[in-house]
Nanobody, 127 residues
């Protein structure tokens, strides 16, 4: 059974950049599309970004992060990345990595499409 482990979250200032990492243990991530979600206190979990499996992957982003965040992956290393630039206080949340069920060639933005989740990593952006 695959386990997802996120890392890289920490306290940063508005305008800073941060890179989150997600690694899989137990089994490889192939072939699966992957995603990042986040949850702020008192709010529902929301979609951030998703990426399909194969090289030349297609990506999908929430409007709130489009142009600032970039999702990428290294299948050989079983790693998923989320590069976050121009961070804002409203980006503060616990960020989760997740594996999407179904067609690995299709990215998805609904939590219901994902069947495996990591434990999350805290990102705090101070103003």
């Amino acid at each position: 059974q695959v386990q997802l482990i996120e890392s890289g979250g920490r306290l940063v200032q508005a305008g800073d950049s941060l890179r989150l990492l997600c690694t899989a243990s137990g089994r490889t991530l192939s072939p699966s599309a992957m995603g990042w979600f986040r949850q702020a206190p008192g709010k529902e979990r929301e979609f951030v970004a998703s990426i399909t499996y194969w090289s030349g992957s297609s990506t999908l982003y929430a409007d709130s992060v489009k142009g600032r965040f970039t999702i990428s992956r290294d299948n050989a290393k079983n790693m998923i990345y989320l590069q976050m630039n121009s961070l804002k206080p409203e980006d503060t949340a616990v960020y989760y990595c997740a594996r999407k069920a179904g067609n690995p060639a299709v990215a998805g933005n609904s939590p219901r499409e994902y069947d495996t989740w990591g434990q999350g990593t805290q990102v705090t952006v101070s103003s």
